[in-house]
């Protein structure tokens, strides 16, 4: 179950960044994080934690959605 979560969430976090056209780099400055902390999220190595999934909200100018079977960002409603 811990690693389907963590697939789905850096699959999310890779759709969200790619659909805003931003590097990893770009998302890492954002959040206040390192690259490489980034592309493990997205390579499914971290879990979703509700910090980090604020963080990365926030960095993604989304809202986060978590249910018991997947993990979405989802732009701010206009």
Same mark, same amino acid.
């Given at each position: 179950?811990?690693?389907?979560?963590?697939?789905? &969430? +850096?699959?999310?976090?890779?759709?969200?960044? !790619?659909?805003? +056209?931003? =590097?990893?780099?770009?998302? @890492?400055?954002? %959040?206040?994080? =390192?690259?490489?902390?980034?592309?493990?999220?997205?390579? +499914? +190595? !971290?879990? $979703?934690?509700? $910090?980090?999934?604020?963080?990365?909200?926030?960095?993604?100018? %989304?809202?986060?959605?978590? !249910? @018991? %079977?997947?993990?979405? &960002?989802? @732009?701010? @409603?206009?």
């Amino acid at each position: 179950m811990e690693i389907r979560e963590a697939l789905a &969430f +850096g699959k999310a976090h890779y759709d969200r960044r !790619t659909a805003m +056209g931003l =590097s990893v780099a770009q998302v @890492a400055e954002r %959040a206040d994080m =390192s690259e490489d902390e980034v592309e493990c999220i997205e390579e +499914g +190595g !971290t879990a $979703p934690m509700v $910090p980090l999934l604020r963080r990365l909200a926030a960095a993604l100018d %989304a809202d986060v959605r978590l !249910t @018991a %079977a997947d993990v979405h &960002f989802e @732009a701010h @409603a206009a």
